[in-house]
């Protein structure tokens, strides 16, 4: 147990739809991060935000869009939904925010499957 | 364009020999790499890193070494043993100010065999 809490587990909605998808990251870990796995891809980066502000931005849709509240659980909202979107969406938090460096090792959740039909 | 790249989406290896997982990356920027493992229906973990400072990083059976000249690092499993079958993700970042993505490459499926 990574200590990053993801809801729901698994969604299944229609195209056109809106979803919100949650997470409550690890006790004390102020970065909270977005990903999303598609069949045939790696863990896209998509957001990144440290202590309620936007940190880092990758390769996230308009559509898509995310905040993290004060108290410092996060939420990605996704609408207009098309069947591409369909993946595996991760959240993972970290103490601070460098990405992954030495020291700041980012813990990811279980992650949310999104099926799109 | 891919900046992190894990060429053999698969590999199948006996149970007691050596895995070799292998990995390129193309961002000169990159200078820390990391090595997750995952699960089915868990996320991935964070198993082991490299500092382009050193060469090679042991963890216990894990080894990852780093050619910097060639772009190039690889994680060595010995043994292998069946526990460790799972999804293996090469990441890249650059530790200039923390500003960096972590970048993942799309992973090797590992299956050690008994």
């Known amino acids: 147990d990574s200590g990053v809490t993801q809801t729901p587990k698994h969604l299944i909605t229609a195209t056109g739809q809106r979803v919100t998808l949650r997470c409550s990251p690890r006790s004390g870990d102020l970065s909270v991060y977005w990903y999303q796995q598609s069949l045939d891809q790696g863990l896209q980066f998509l957001i990144q935000y440290y202590n309620g502000e936007e940190r880092a931005k990758g390769n996230i849709l308009e559509r898509f869009s995310a905040q993290q509240f004060p108290d410092l659980h996060s939420e990605l909202n996704l609408s207009s939904l098309e069947l591409g979107d369909s993946a595996l969406y991760f959240c993972?938090?970290?103490?601070?925010?460098?990405?992954?460096?030495?020291?700041?090792?980012?813990?990811f959740g279980e992650g949310s499957w999104l099926t799109v039909v | 364009d891919q900046q992190v790249k894990q060429n053999s989406p698969s590999l199948s290896v006996q149970e007691g020999r050596i895995s070799i997982l292998n990995c390129d990356y193309t961002n000169s920027m990159f200078d820390y790499f990391l090595w997750y493992k995952k699960y089915p229906a868990e996320g991935p973990t964070f198993l082991i890193s490299?500092?382009?400072?050193?060469d090679k990083n042991e963890d216990g059976r894990f080894t990852v070494f780093l050619n910097k000249s060639a772009k190039h690092l690889s994680l060595h499993i010995v043994p292998s043993q069946p526990g460790d079958s799972a999804v293996y993700f090469c990441?890249?970042?650059?530790?200039?100010?923390?500003?960096?993505?972590?970048?993942f490459g799309k992973g090797t499926r590992l299956s050690v065999i008994a």
């Open positions: 993972a938090s970290s103490v601070w925010a460098g990405q992954g460096l030495s020291g700041n090792t980012i813990y």
């Open positions: 490299i500092s382009s400072i050193k």
């Open positions: 990441a890249a970042t650059g530790s200039d100010s923390g500003n960096t993505p972590l970048v």
